[in-house]
């Protein structure tokens, strides 16, 4: 008896034997890509030779050119540290500056208006801020993070 | 690969993980740590700066400088590749950075003319100074590939550049590069050099 043949199974047949099944958007691009990258490869080819002997030339400088040692590297760690802890320290420093100064007009405005007997909209500004404020604490750091990750 | 390549492979990459995650925990150790790191990568960024340069004195000053930035900015290394690539990434930066600045890049265009000025009657001579000639725009994509292996998406992570603009670059150095070897024998190119660094 014939085998079945497996693409014929459904309601509806595949398409008609020989033709390759279609790629996806992606994976046409990305052949794309690697046929391009074939293509760089190959117009690279007739200055394989030169571009060797300048990569093995550099090799021969580099291994002529010692390493330091570890003492030097501790060196430039310890500073780059120290320079990027006062970096950090900085902003940190004003950050904790303006909390102070806008804590200090917060509260001044609040009791100035309860002063000058608007209760209702200093009772409304104060409110929203209550609720505002813990939804910026609370998000602030996260759009930071996610900015130093980028 | 062998298997005993392998395993050392396989070991290194192990030691730089924990090195990394020293490092990332501070203190006296992660100082330690981070020398240990810099130590282990520096020959790696040293030959890419001497093949991006050809000048020794100048590569050795962007590796320090490249190490500097690349600790400072040690937070935003994720761990996703190799420290090393990592390493370079932050070093073609700097370097495409340095490019911009009119001092350095005066000072680059300097030592430039000297270099291209002390080449020996080498083998060498007409590629060295085909590739100095290229700006670092395209030198920098042509010896990420070249020489380092690196896909196009790579490139363009690492360049933090389009996809398409490193295809255009990399196509564009070919060219340039096939362009001024085919045009001149070996060795008889002695023109003052006018080529300057597209910043």
Redesign the interface.
């Given at each position: 008896m014939r085998k079945p043949d497996k693409r014929q199974k459904g309601l509806f047949p595949g398409p008609a034997t020989g033709l390759k099944k279609q790629k996806s958007g992606l994976g046409r691009l990305k052949h794309a890509?690697a046929r391009?990258?074939e293509e760089?490869l190959s117009?690279?080819a007739?200055?394989k030779s030169?571009?060797d002997?300048?990569?093995e030339?550099?090799?021969e400088?580099?291994a002529g050119?010692a390493?330091?040692d570890?003492i030097y590297?501790?060196g430039?760690?310890?500073?780059?540290?120290a320079?990027?802890t006062r970096?950090r320290k900085k902003p940190a420093f004003i950050e904790a500056l303006a909390f102070i100064v806008a804590a200090i007009a917060f509260l001044t405005g609040v009791l100035w208006f309860l002063q000058a007997g608007y209760f209702l909209p200093a009772a409304i500004f104060y409110g929203i801020v209550a609720l505002l404020l813990p939804t910026v604490i609370l998000f602030v750091p996260e759009i930071q993070r996610g900015e130093?990750?980028e | 690969m062998g298997e005993a390549k392998i395993r050392i492979k396989a070991g290194v990459q192990l030691r730089e993980k924990e090195l990394i995650k020293t490092a990332f925990a501070g203190g006296k150790n992660g100082?330690?740590a981070?020398?240990?790191l810099?130590?282990a990568n520096?020959?790696i960024v040293?030959?890419y700066f001497?093949?991006l340069t050809?000048d020794?004195e100048a590569a050795?000053d962007l590796t320090?400088e490249t190490?500097?930035r690349a600790?400072?900015n040690l937070?935003?290394y994720?761990g996703e590749g190799k420290f090393s690539s990592w390493l370079i990434a932050v070093g073609s930066n700097f370097y495409r950075d340095e490019l911009r600045k009119k001092k350095t890049a005066e000072k680059i265009k300097d030592r430039y003319l000297s270099v291209l000025e002390k080449q020996p009657e080498?083998?060498?001579v007409?590629?060295?100074r085909a590739?100095l000639e290229l700006p670092a725009e395209k030198r920098i994509p042509l010896i990420l590939?070249?020489?380092y292996d690196y896909?196009?998406?790579e490139i363009a992570a690492a360049l933090k550049i389009p996809?398409g603009t490193v295809?255009s670059r990399?196509?564009s150095a070919?060219?340039q590069?096939?362009e001024r070897?085919?045009e001149e024998p070996a060795g008889t190119h002695r023109k003052t050099p006018g080529a300057k660094e597209e910043l």
């Open positions: 890509w391009d990258e760089l117009a690279l007739p200055l030169s571009l002997a300048f990569g030339e550099t090799e400088i580099l050119l390493t330091p570890t590297f501790a430039i760690a310890r500073k780059a540290l320079g990027s970096a130093v990750n | 100082e330690e981070l020398a240990a810099l130590q520096y020959r040293l030959g001497l093949k050809q020794p050795k320090q190490m500097v600790i400072k937070r935003k994720r080498a083998e060498t007409d590629i060295k590739l590939k070249y020489y896909s196009y998406q996809l295809r990399l196509h070919v060219r590069l096939r070897l085919t």
